[in-house]
């Protein structure tokens, strides 16, 4: 089972949410193959900007520069099924502006990092060059399935 909500605490975002809940509904579906059936999940979406998202990367990432999203998991191993709690918080500010420099739809962009957090979400990691090529190559065919083009290659 999996339940998304959506959050909106940025003015930049309002104006995108019935789409951009049609994205991740449909995107869901195309990576829940990838999703571990032995959890439930809940997810919320939480739609925010560089400000918000500079305090969490400081406070939790100890970094203190902005991104484009982070993904947070709490795993509750005491109920049946076991349950997987989860927030990503993204930056409208910083997804239009990689758009922009890499010549990308920003809802790709948008969908490319719901997929990735997807992944992070069911333990998928990139700390090694091997970890990184699977992860990409699962992000690159469920973009495909989304009919949204490789996000590895930059336009130029």
Known sequence: MIITKHFCNSKQWPRRLARL??????TIKESE???????????????????????????FKKNKSTTDVLTFVTESNNSFPKT?????FFSSQTIKNDAKKNKINFYDHY???????F?????YKHNKLV???KMQKIEITILKRLGIP???IINE
């Open 131 to 133: 970890d990184t090529k």
């Open 150 to 152: 490789n996000p590895y």
């Open 33 to 59: 193959k990838y999703f571990n059936k032995k959890y439930s999940y809940y997810i919320n979406l939480i739609l925010s900007n560089d400000k918000e998202l500079v305090k969490l990367n400081k406070k």
């Open 111 to 117: 969908n490319h990092l719901l997929v990735h957090s």
């Open 119 to 123: 992944l992070h979400l069911n333990g």
């Open 84 to 88: 997987k709690f989860c927030d990503i």
């Open 21 to 26: 809940k049609k994205i991740s509904k449909k």
